[in-house]
């Protein structure tokens, strides 16, 4: 297998906006570091397959059909992936998907084309070793704030292949076998270090990850940091602060554990005489249709919903006043214990799947309200982010007809690789399991938006209340993408 990487600056000039904050208080207004696109291609002898990564809030389905096409030209199968960093340009994150704004879709897809061909030559024979273990300390369930800061950390080691026997020479400074080429490392945490309120340009987290690995193992060997399943998950339990000391802080925690790992007995990733095979499917997901009620349920000032944000009762079919408190019938993925109340999921009169959670926007104004006069800042932070969604949720509740999404998945040797779209739940990344090493990338060749699991619909939480699919719809696409992988 040869293995390549290349990379194509992104400038932001002053003056452009910036996606993924509401609330930001003007355009780009300096740069704190520069935004980039790195690329990684594989080629088996017949095949090429590249994985590419731009910093941006999100990759809508326009551009990832015009990038794919154009790398066909290379002969080349290519996926695209968002960093997602807040603090970059405004590329047209729309729950549901929309159109990628000028001049965007062209710059986009020019740096894409460069980092592409760049990586094409710079291929060489190089092995591929999978390492995996647990991240502490830098993300955590953003809607739990007493939920462990615990992620899974996945770290691929390319390594240089020196003949055609399939010997490795050299020896890196932890004495392994094989002299380092690069590394591909899968953070699923959102890379939102940074306020609203700043407007220099950055990568944000992905970014500093990135720096603090070429610091610790030298200008030679390259860095793709990718963003997995981080829907909801965040650092907004874990930083300390919002600036660039912070970035590097954390950044620091991640690097380190990517060093750790690499120092541990690894899985074989792909070796000289691995194939590469890879997988479409299109799926049509049911809008989630939007249910109110004028009741509520008193939100817990704590933050760690002992009682439930402002979620309205609604009899099932039984009569049961679903939306109630009630036991859990089990841990939760972020932790929780068994018996811990929860919100119920939520139908309509009618039991039909595709409505949400039942919400009053009154209630939850309330509910900051209250939140704000506790002195809460977790509190406070929590209900605003429900509000928000609700209200984001209403300004789209007309959308009619399904949301046409795209799952990916590739074999690289013994690695399975796949895409999905949007931002899916970290739990929905950990359902497909298809033997042996696997990364899952989110924000990946489209944008539906939010992908909660189905469990997490009874929660009036802000990426439930913002989604614009129907519950299951997470689920559908892990399924996909496991029936993927196993017909390679």
Same mark, same amino acid.
């Given at each position: ?234 650092? #907004? ?100 214990? #068994? ?150």
């Amino acid at each position: 297998m040869r293995v390549g990487h290349g990379r194509a600056n992104l400038p932001v000039p002053d003056g452009t906006p910036m996606g993924g904050y509401l609330d930001r208080p003007g355009p780009s207004a300096g740069l704190l570091d520069p935004l980039t696109v790195n690329a990684i291609t594989w080629f088996d002898g017949e095949r090429r397959f590249a994985l590419a990564t731009a910093d941006v809030i999100c990759v809508n389905e326009d551009l990832a059909h015009r990038v794919r096409s154009e790398a066909r030209s290379l002969g080349c199968e290519l996926w695209l992936a968002a960093s997602h960093t807040h603090s970059g340009p405004e590329t047209g994150c729309v729950p549901g998907g929309g159109p990628t704004p000028a001049p965007w879709l062209d710059r986009l897809t020019d740096a894409v084309g460069t980092a592409v061909r760049q990586a094409i030559e710079c291929e060489r024979r190089c092995d591929g070793e999978a390492h995996h273990g647990e991240l502490h300390g830098v993300g955590a369930d953003r809607s739990r704030p007493s939920a462990p800061a615990v992620v899974p950390l996945t770290v691929i080691a390319v390594r240089h292949r020196a003949d055609e026997n399939g010997r490795l020479i050299g020896r890196n400074e932890a004495g392994e076998n094989g002299q380092l080429a690069g590394v591909l490392v899968v953070l699923p945490v959102h890379p939102t270090v940074l306020p609203a309120a700043s407007r220099l340009v950055s990568a944000d987290l992905v970014g500093a990850v990135r720096r603090a690995l070429r610091a610790r193992l030298g200008p030679d060997v390259w860095a793709l940091v990718a963003t997995g399943a981080a829907g909801d998950i965040s650092t #907004r339990h874990t930083r300390r602060g919002q600036d660039a000391a912070e970035l590097d802080r954390l950044a620091a925690t991640v690097a380190d554990r990517c060093l750790e790992l690499l120092r541990e007995p690894p899985a074989r990733a792909w070796s000289a005489r691995s194939d590469i095979t890879w997988a479409a499917r299109r799926l049509e997901l049911a809008p989630v249709q939007l249910s109110e009620s004028r009741g509520s349920v008193p939100m817990d000032l704590s933050g760690d919903r002992a009682r439930g944000p402002a979620v309205s009762p609604v009899p099932d079919r039984a009569g049961n006043r679903r939306g109630d408190p009630a036991v859990s019938p089990a841990a939760d993925r972020a932790g929780g214990q #068994r018996g811990d109340p929860a919100v119920s999921p939520v139908a309509d009169r009618r039991g039909d799947p595709t409505v949400g959670p039942a919400v009053d926007p009154g209630a939850l104004a309330a509910d900051l309200r209250a939140a704000e006069a506790s002195g809460d800042p977790v509190a406070v932070r929590l209900a605003r982010s429900r509000l928000e969604g609700v209200r984001a949720r209403l300004d789209r509740s007309g959308r009619e007809g399904p949301i046409g999404v795209h799952v990916h998945a590739a074999r690289l040797g013994e690695l399975s690789v796949v895409g999905l779209p949007g931002e899916p739940f970290l739990a929905v990344a950990e359902s497909i399991t298809p033997g042996g090493p696997v990364i899952v990338l989110g924000y990946a060749n489209g944008y539906p938006g939010y992908l909660p699991t189905a469990e997490a619909y009874g929660r009036a939480e802000y990426e439930v209340l913002v989604s614009q699919v129907a519950p299951g719809s997470a689920e559908a696409l892990a399924g996909a993408a496991r029936q993927l992988l196993q017909d390679m």
